[in-house]
């Protein structure tokens, strides 16, 4: 029993810490949230079996919006491309593309395993300390954290409208144990990307590779 209490209390206090450090800088509303020179975009896949996943759906709207609206310059798409015939950052960058974002304005990271991966990898790959992180709020206060921790204080976050779909408490239940394994990589086993590489820089001089789409 006392194992069982002394479990559900650093369960709740890793929760909390993430809350904590990402108070005030979670942004809902496109007028009021702080331009960044670049959006990172988190990744999570395009589609659920056979239907579209309103979670991409929804992140790819708000980071459409905020570049068109002059908050974002560039934006960062990052997510996963370990499995063949899967690829988050591209389908994410053909997303944008639709809604009329510039494809040389699109930056694929395919190496955004976890979120720790995308937010360290923007700072140490692409060069930025202050950017905004774009993806679900509960997403974001988790990326917020990472990135205060790792040196980056002056990241902001929007947040992306949270889809209305029976699988909220999943959501929750999931993130509980995610946060609960961010403040340990951070903390405790000092959790580097799983690949870094070659620098990366963003803006004119330095169109993406893959510009064309």
Known sequence: MFFLLHVVVVVAACYLVVYGMAR???????????????????????????????????????????????????????????????????????????????????????????????????????????????AQRFHNERALYIARRNGMPDVVAFDAAMPAVNTGWKVRVREVGARMMAVLDVEVFKTDPRFLGPEVRIGKSSPPVDAGG
Do not use: W
Not at 26 to 43: I, K, S
Not at 74 to 92: F, K, Q
């Open 24 to 134: 005030g800088r979670c942004h809902a509303v496109v007028d009021e949230v702080p331009a960044r020179l670049v959006g990172l975009v988190l990744g999570t896949a395009p589609k659920v079996g056979i239907r579209d996943n309103l979670f991409f759906t929804t992140r790819m709207e708000a980071a459409a919006k905020l570049y068109h609206a002059g908050k974002v310059q560039y934006l960062i798409v990052s997510g996963d491309n370990a499995r063949a015939g899967y690829n988050e950052p591209a389908e994410m960058k053909k997303a944008l593309v639709k809604a009329g974002v510039p494809a040389e304005r699109v930056y694929c990271d395919y190496a955004g395993f976890r979120t720790l991966d995308s937010v360290v990898r923007a700072k140490k790959v692409f060069g930025m300390e202050e950017f905004m992180v774009i």
